[in-house]
């Protein structure tokens, strides 16, 4: 007899879930949870709102389930709603700020003629930044939070996002790319200023 597979028993609950059995997400929670609360420590620390964190991601699992479409590992599906759900929680908290001035001068560094330091300095171009980053396709937005606004080594957002390394490379540099084209363009007085 074949033992299934952690993920065979996910898909399988997720059948049995979508034809009205409630009781097999029971199921989903048990085997991802760990999973879950590590992604969740890990992007928002060690905060008070893990378990509304926890609670939110399969919330929000349950009610999507039906978008899952069987092309790769639940596993990973789900990582991404919680990777989207630990950014839109520390969103939600003024005091945090998705981009710095570090962040800044770290995108902009390879840049020379930006002069990162004085650009960093200047509220325009941060407030300039946190719109363009804002922007982004989810892919290239996420990962410049993981890596600027959290801090995470491309290992760290792999192992969470289940993308390979390679690709979230390719995402920063794009994101990167993106960001000082636009900040180019207000350099030079051919952008509107942001509201």
Known sequence: MVTPT???LDRSAVLRTLAGDSRAFDGIYHRNHSRVRYIGKRILGYSREIDDFVQEVFT?????LDRFRGTGFFRSW????????????????????????ETIESIL??????????????RETIRWVRTIVAELPDRYRH??????????????????TNIPVGTIKSYVYRAKVTIRRLLDRHVSGRAPSPS
């Open 60 to 64: 929000t699992a349950f009610t999507k």
């Open 78 to 101: 789900l990582s991404r709603i919680a990777v989207t759900t630990a950014i839109n929680f520390r969103d939600r908290t003024p005091s945090e700020t998705p981009v710095d001035p």
């Open 143 to 160: 990962v410049i939070d993981l890596v600027y606004g959290f801090h995470l080594r491309y290992r760290e957002i792999a192992e969470i």
């Open 6 to 8: 952690p993920d065979g």
């Open 109 to 122: 560094v390879e840049k020379p003629q930006f002069q990162p330091e004085a650009l960093a300095a200047s």
